[in-house]
């Protein structure tokens, strides 16, 4: 089992930036990639940001060269900063981790708002 718990959202105003952590905990010896999901009102949850274990990193679209997906695998950590914030990134931020049975693990979710 694997346990994860989000933190770092909020309120921002646009242009702004957010970093979100995620701090992980239990058999983190089984998981492979851990990623970022957001999931905005009326609309699917999507992924944003994705990093394995090896540091290999893909990101979603229209957050290339705003967001920065970082792994302290010491720390069991996973972090997301998100720069030049923008209405659209407004949305619920889910932590995940994808093990290399396949399961899939998630966080609780922290609430970004970009609002002036």
């Known amino acids: 089992q694997v346990q994860l718990v989000e933190s770092g959202g909020g309120l921002v105003q646009p242009g702004g930036s957010l970093r979100l952590s995620c701090a992980a905990s239990g058999s983190m010896w089984s998981i492979n990639v851990m990623g970022w999901y957001r999931q905005a009102p009326g609309k699917e949850r999507e992924l944003v940001a994705r990093?394995?274990?090896?540091?290999?990193?893909i990101y979603k679209d229209s957050v290339k060269g705003r967001y920065t997906i970082s792994r302290d695998n010491a720390k069991n950590t996973l972090y997301l900063q998100m720069n030049s914030l923008k209405p659209e990134d407004t949305a619920v931020y889910y932590c995940?981790?994808?093990?290399?049975?396949?399961?899939?693990?998630w966080g609780q979710g922290t609430q970004v708002t970009v609002s002036s």
């Open positions: 995940n981790a994808i093990a290399h049975s396949g399961i899939q693990y």
């Open positions: 990093i394995s274990s090896g540091g290999r990193t």
